[in-house]
């Protein structure tokens, strides 16, 4: 009986602690960020280096899956087809700003 319930709440522990980018390596998510020049446009739509873009009190990304539906947006328009991978990358290194759990 103990055993279960030490089981039960080493699983309710580990989902509060899950990371939304599984897969997903925050150093990468940086060097795709720069290789694909992300921020070019933001930049120019805010200012600054346009990671406030990230930040803006009426942002649009309120999960993970609003955000892979954003990446597939912008990286669109620079033609460039993402993959499952860098997205996760992305994610990840994108977290610091958004801190999804
Ligand atoms: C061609 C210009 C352009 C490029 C390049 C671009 N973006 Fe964007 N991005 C935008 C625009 C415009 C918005 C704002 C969309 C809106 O307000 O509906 C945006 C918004 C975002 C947001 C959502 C911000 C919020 O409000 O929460 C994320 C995340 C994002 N971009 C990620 C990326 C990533 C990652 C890349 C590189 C792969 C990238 N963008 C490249 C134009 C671009």
Known sequence: MKLIAALIMLCAAATATANPFPGGDSQTGKTLFDKYKCNSC????????????????????????????????????????????????????????????
């Not at 930040?55 to 669109?76: G, I, L, Y």
């Open 42 to 101: 933001h930049s120019a739509m805010l200012g600054g280096d346009g990671s406030g873009i990230f930040t803006r009190a009426d942002r649009k990304v309120h999960n993970p899956a609003e955000m892979f539906t954003q990446f597939k947006m912008c990286s669109a328009n620079i033609g460039v087809n993402l993959t499952a991978q860098e997205e996760q990358h992305l994610g990840a290194y994108l977290n610091q700003y958004y801190k999804f759990k």
